[in-house]
């Protein structure tokens, strides 16, 4: 959705995190005019480092760099927002709830896959926690993508996949069971069958050159990455 902010219309949240080791995407970089653009910490070096001049930047400062922190400073129209160390939310979290403040619903996340593993597996949470908040998102790091489906106050328990023949696709439960798996248009279909949050079924399933692989899910979560191959 759409949201209009003073005399600005942003088609949807970007978020660059503290750990980008692969850089933001061309596209990506060349396209974020239309976006709120939020800097998570240290995500603001990748962010200058690529020519983006985000909207906000928010954090307990802990891995930004210290000029590049100064230079954002320098700029009025952006939002610095410190927060305190001592904390419960992360500061990918925060991000989000600034943005879902905003009105936005729609939330591309670069980064925050490659790093630390605890941190890597806080971001993958968030985007059930985008579930939970009527929102939708996506993690882009590198060679690997990942969204989550099922259901919260959406009940987003679907979605289409365009064929890309040089990634994987991987299908796992983010929920203690989730119910009524099904998987068409790919090398590995399902028919309402049920995964569980201990054993990793969904691993490693192909597209079908020209087709788009279609997954749902009655009740759960659903974790879908795609990582190239």
Not at 41 to 52: E, K, N, V
Not at 86 to 103: L, P, S
């Amino acid at each position: 959705m759409a949201v209009m902010d003073t005399d600005r219309i942003y088609r949807r949240c970007v978020i660059i995190s503290s750990c980008v080791p692969c850089g933001i995407p061309e596209d990506v970089a060349a396209s974020v005019a239309e976006d709120y653009v939020v800097c998570a910490d240290g995500g603001l070096d990748y962010a200058l480092a690529a020519g983006i001049k985000p909207d906000v930047v928010i954090g307990d400062f802990d891995s930004v760099g210290a000029s590049s922190l100064a230079e954002a400073s320098e700029n009025s129209s952006v939002e610095i927002i410190r927060l305190n160390p001592e904390k419960d939310d992360t500061d990918m979290i925060a991000a989000v709830k600034r943005a879902i403040a905003k009105g936005l619903d729609d939330f591309l996340i670069i980064g925050g896959l490659s790093g630390r593993f605890d941190h890597s597996l806080g971001n993958v949470q968030t985007l059930s926690f985008l579930l939970d908040m009527n929102c939708r998102g996506w993690i882009v790091d590198g060679p690997n993508r990942c969204t989550m489906i099922g259901s919260g106050r959406s009940g987003a328990g679907r979605i289409s996949l365009e064929p890309d023949t040089s990634s994987y696709f991987s299908v796992l439960s983010f929920a203690e069971r989730s119910e009524g798996v099904t998987i068409r248009n790919a090398k590995y279909e399902t028919d309402s069958i049920f995964f569980t949050h201990s054993y990793p079924k969904g691993v490693s399933n192909e597209f079908i050159e020209g087709k788009r692989a279609e997954i749902t899910v009655a009740d759960g979560r659903l974790l879908i990455v795609l990582s190239r191959r």
